[in-house]
């Protein structure tokens, strides 16, 4: 097999256009989001998960108020169910998009896939068995989003395994993209939060999360997301013009800078200590 450059050798089938410049682009930006997700991914099992053996779940509630209630078993066991494959999606799915693990390792790449799609089914069955067993704290509103997205990720997830089984491989390329940007979902959630709670100084946003930015974030961490990849998915070996061609690159290099900028608040002011303390736990 010859050589490719690294940002051939990242990104999703069929990619954008032949155009180095949009390859390099969209390798940047999948390099910045894999370093964001995984660190958010990293964070998980070090804050959450590591309260449980230590005994203080009640730190879950820090961020989101009513996450954890004693006593109420299986709400906790499935939102643990929920933050634990989380992580792991957040870790594996951009490994999931590198192409030359796809060419050189393909049962690298099957085997992934498979602990990729149960970890997802299990992440979307637990939210959504935490919302039917107790509710968000943000009411009707957010269990419809949450159990929507919830929903969403069991039938991509399924649809997945589905098409890989089958050898229908346009299929399944196509609804692993999707899988994937509904897995981001949880990462991008508190990346606009945190962004939009600087910038707007908390407009919309309440602390029993009934505030009207707070109801458009129920959805809005995840259908933007699927749109996206709509809109690639049909736009897939077609010729791009010079302006759209520019355009596109102006939009993915901005994006892998708010990536980086995110990435570098939330580690610096947020997961960055929780990580840490991890780590020097283990040892």
């Not at 959630?189 to 709670?197: A, E, H, I, Q, T």
């Amino acid at each position: 097999m010859g050589a490719t450059s690294p940002a051939a050798r990242i990104g999703p089938p069929g990619g954008l256009a032949a155009s180095p410049g949009l390859r390099w682009s969209a390798a940047g930006l999948v390099a910045a989001s894999w370093v964001s997700a995984a660190s958010f991914g990293l964070y998980i099992l070090a804050f959450y998960l590591g309260a449980i053996p230590a005994g203080h779940m009640e730190l879950w509630n820090q961020n989101l108020p009513g996450l954890y209630a004693k006593g109420d078993t299986v709400s906790w066991l499935a939102m643990a169910a929920h933050l634990a494959t989380g992580a792991v999606i957040l870790l594996l799915g951009p490994v999931q998009l590198i192409g030359a693990i796809r060419c050189r390792w393909p049962r690298v790449h099957r085997y992934l896939g498979r602990v990729y799609v149960f970890t997802s089914g299990v992440a979307g069955l637990g939210g959504l068995g935490f919302i039917v067993s107790k509710g968000t704290i943000g009411g009707s509103v957010m269990n419809a989003g949450f159990g929507l997205y919830g929903a969403l990720m069991v039938w991509a997830a399924v649809a997945t395994y589905r098409y890989a089984r089958a050898r229908r491989f346009d299929e399944h390329c196509a609804w692993a993209l999707r899988l994937f940007a509904l897995a981001i979902g949880s990462w991008l959630y508190r990346m606009d939060y945190g962004f939009w709670l600087i910038a707007a100084h908390r407009i919309g946003h309440t602390s029993n999360f009934h505030g009207p930015f707070d109801m458009v974030m129920c959805f809005f961490f995840y259908l933007p997301n699927l749109a996206l990849v709509e809109l690639f998915l049909r736009s897939r070996g077609k010729a791009l013009r010079p302006a759209l061609r520019l355009s596109t690159g102006v939009l993915l290099n901005a994006a892998t800078a708010f990536v980086a900028v995110g990435t570098y608040y939330f580690l610096r002011y947020y997961w960055g200590a929780s990580i840490l303390h991890g780590l020097l736990g283990m040892g």
